[in-house]
């Protein structure tokens, strides 16, 4: 594959060096458009791409007249580079100028500034039209084929620029694409950046032109740019993709077009707008595909811990689809799905005999049945009468995040037991040896050594000192704890719930 | 830094984004360390006043101090947490990136983020119990988790003033407890803070000092003194139906504190 690709680039270059140039120029200017495109898809700047683009024609014209009257010279492409960029610029403050003074809104003043200006520079063409011979055909639909030495060159210089501006300020271009009042509150010249960023986009434009046109030359910014929104989750990751995609795109457009014998540049953006339609399609988290089997896999989510719930209820025995259907008086195929998908999460294990939890599942399962009864305690507090109860704990216990679990335990004041006499599960996720836990959280039986005393207690308990927690007392509200000083001298403290939660226990 | 100069002196702040000023001859003055709370209706100038502190919009007139000097030669010193709907949650960044953007004032832009940074950073997230999704991408986050990750961003900045932006809006319990218990840890290391809050019922308890904001100052002072239901009613029109019956609470609640 290589080899051929080899002789195929020798042959090339043997037979017209024109492809040769042609395929150099618009690697550079596919690749630079696509790192310059990022910028703009993520800041919606895509219809204003756009404007900078037609907008050069009259910056082209006024270019190649100042040289033509002035000096005489004729189709002077410094001049013409340089009135492109100008004509971007006055284009970008033009707009920004009218939508703030004004209440007409940005994308009508863009519409209304770019086809203005687009517009003038048709009427000097024509106007002048005897001294000035610029090829409207070619500036709209391009001429990779073209591309001469001058080009190639501008073209290299304009890629170099623009890569270096974005290596340099990569962490400004960020930030004021991401959250521009903080950009602006640390200090950084957000409106200066601005005007680079344009800048950069009517170098890159004013090259993209040249090789696609300048209706094409938005594709050449936007869709690799695009495509790599797709598949990124990272800035630095989304510029390089985009500047891989827009060199792939590129050579495959260019390949079909020298085989088909079709314009280049509308092949290159068709194969770049392929490009993103493939990803759109397959990419593996934003694409449609993974979006389908995202819905297809999907299982509620209340069924997947009403089964963890039932097999843990069941105390170690294998329990059937049949028999937890039946506690929970669902059909058993409506259950397959979540069980299987228990199945492959590893919680749930699956014989001949029916289901058991994992050591996994088991903990999931009693983290599950801890937030149920402590929302049973919750709303018995509230005042939800005794026989809804569990019904409304059925579908707030599937409300279980950590942190609310915990801080719903901390309110109650940590109880042991549910409305119903059962018993609460500790906070076990937290009750690890060696972990750092308020003392609140223990339960009878628990040991460990004092690690740090606050105000509240500051005179009863001391760090160093170990303790062993006894049964709680005054219906819970009473904590019970038995203190061991570090000479072996033994006391029993009786703490209540804020002055448990002053002192942090290290776990033995 | 000398602790008799207020941390926010604002003279005569007028904004506007058209014809209409988004708020008129606003004068405050913020002592050090304090905790204000701003409330007032939707459109009433919260966020242009956040705004104008940070010195991303420009006032018609008036002036505006941070320690005694203007704000161009605060740069870095006021942090800044958005409010929720201001943020694109789609944008390509990772929770880790946007806790080490706090760090970016620090650095010039000719350097590169230190081993240092990333610490803060990770301390920062470590702080807000976010440590363990620092890879994700800030959309696949929940709604509190989202606001605890620019909650570690601004104390990654570290400045003496913090601005929040509707913090408490549509966060969950566990996260509204995360929050003022920053606050509360922000406070007492001797920053300033100024909240933008939408919950006149908990203002009382949450805040030192409140302002009551639409396009003019209507009040500024201690729950006590800012919230009188004439006043209120005055401020938010009819809309305040759920506070007239809320009136006996909110009045505990201000004599508590």
Redesign the interface.
């Known amino acids: 594959m290589m080899a051929n690709l080899y002789d195929w680039l020798v042959s090339v270059q043997h037979d017209s060096p024109h492809l040769m140039k042609a395929l150099l120029a618009g690697g550079l200017v596919s690749t630079t458009c696509a790192l310059i495109g990022c910028f703009i898809v993520?800041r919606r700047t895509s219809f204003l791409a756009d404007a900078v683009a037609h907008s050069m024609l009259a910056g082209v014209v006024a270019g190649y007249l100042l040289m033509k009257l002035v000096y005489g010279d004729s189709a002077h492409a410094g001049a013409m580079l340089i009135g492109s960029i100008i004509s971007g610029i006055i284009t970008v403050a033009m707009v920004s100028f009218v939508s703030r003074a004004s209440?007409v809104k940005e994308d009508a003043v863009i519409g209304i500034m770019y086809t203005g200006i687009f517009a003038l520079g048709g009427v000097m063409v024509s106007f002048f039209s005897d001294i000035i011979h610029i090829d409207l055909y070619h500036f709209v639909i391009g001429s990779l084929l073209g591309v001469g030495d001058a080009d190639l060159w501008m073209m290299g210089t304009v890629s170099c620029v623009v890569v270096v501006f974005i290596l340099?300020?990569f962490?400004?271009l960020?930030?004021i694409?991401?959250?521009?009042?903080?950009a602006?509150?640390?200090?950084?010249p957000v409106v200066l950046m601005d005007y680079l960023l344009t800048m950069s986009t009517s170098l890159v434009v004013v090259s993209g032109v040249r090789m696609v046109g300048v209706i094409l030359v938005v594709g050449l910014l936007i869709a690799p740019a695009a495509t790599a929104?797709l598949l990124?989750?990272?800035?630095r990751?989304?510029l390089w993709v985009s500047a891989l995609l827009g060199w792939t795109g590129f050579l495959l457009g260019y390949i079909a077009s020298e085989y088909m014998n079709v314009a280049p540049g509308s092949a290159v953006v068709v194969a770049l707008t392929a490009q993103f339609m493939l990803v759109f399609v397959v990419a593996p988290r934003y694409g449609l595909l993974a979006d389908w089997r995202r819905r297809l896999t999907a299982v509620p989510q209340q069924e997947v811990e009403d089964i963890l719930g039932s097999v843990l209820r069941a105390d170690g025995e294998a329990l059937s689809l049949q028999q937890i259907a039946g506690y929970l008086n669902k059909r058993p195929e409506r259950l397959r799905r979540a069980a299987s998908s228990l199945d492959r999460q590893g919680l749930l294990a699956g014989d001949a005999q029916g289901y058991t939890l994992t050591d996994d599942g088991r903990k999931e399962a009693r983290r599950l049945l801890r937030a149920h009864r402590l929302w049973e305690t919750y709303l018995r507090e509230a005042g939800v009468h005794e026989e809804n109860l569990h019904a409304h704990a059925h579908v707030l216990e599937h409300v279980h995040?950590e942190?609310?679990v915990?801080?719903l335990d901390d309110k109650l004041g940590h109880p042991l037991i549910d409305p119903h006499g059962s018993e609460i599960p500790e906070d076990f996720l937290h009750l690890v040896p060696g972990e750092l836990v308020k003392l609140a959280i223990l339960r009878e039986g628990h040991t460990g050594t004092i690690h740090s005393v606050g105000g509240l207690v500051s005179d009863q308990a001391n760090s160093g000192e170990t303790v062993e927690v006894g049964p709680r007392e005054g219906d819970g509200r009473i904590w019970v704890v038995s203190v061991t000083t570090t000479s072996g001298d033994k006391r029993t403290l009786r703490l209540d719930h804020e002055q448990a939660d002053d002192i942090s226990i290290r776990l033995d | 830094m000398n602790t008799d100069v207020s941390a926010i002196d604002v003279q005569n702040l007028t904004v506007s984004y058209g014809p209409v000023p988004a708020l008129l001859d606003v004068s405050v003055t913020i002592p050090q360390g304090q905790l204000v709370g701003i409330i007032g209706p939707n459109g009433s100038g919260k966020s242009t006043f956040i705004k104008s502190l940070l010195g991303f919009l420009r006032p018609d007139f008036g002036d505006i101090r941070l320690f005694d000097e203007p704000i161009e030669n605060s740069k870095g010193r006021v942090a800044y947490v958005p409010q929720r709907g201001a943020v694109d949650w789609d944008f390509p960044v990772t929770v880790r990136e946007v806790a080490l953007m706090g760090r970016y004032a620090k650095r010039p832009i000719w350097q590169n983020l230190t081993k240092e940074d990333r610490d803060i950073a990770d301390e920062a997230l470590e702080m807000v119990r976010m440590s363990d999704l620092r890879n994700r991408q800030i959309g696949q986050l929940s709604g509190g988790q989202q606001q605890r990750v620019f909650m570690a961003r601004a104390m990654a900045q570290g400045g003496d003033i913090l601005l929040l932006d509707e913090p408490f809006a549509g966060v969950d319990a566990a996260t509204e407890h995360a929050i003022l218990d920053v606050l509360e840890r922000t406070k007492a290391s001797g920053r300033t803070l100024v909240v933008v809050h939408h919950d006149l019922t908990t203002a009382a308890e949450y805040f030192d000092t409140i302002m009551l904001l639409k396009q003019r100052l209507f009040a500024y002072g201690t729950p006590d003194q800012v919230m009188h239901p004439e006043l209120l009613s005055q401020v938010y029109e009819g809309k305040l139906r759920v506070f007239a019956t809320m009136d006996g609470d909110s009045s505990a609640a201000g004599d508590e504190s």
């Not at chain 1, 694409?177 to 903080?182: A, C, H, I, N, Q």
């Not at chain 1, 602006?184 to 950084?188: F, K, L, V």
């Not at chain 1, 990124?232 to 800035?235: A, E, I």
């Open positions: 993520l209440r340099m300020t962490r400004w960020q930030i694409t991401f959250d521009r009042v903080m602006a509150s640390i200090g950084i929104y990124c989750d990272r800035l990751n989304m995040d942190d609310a915990d801080y």
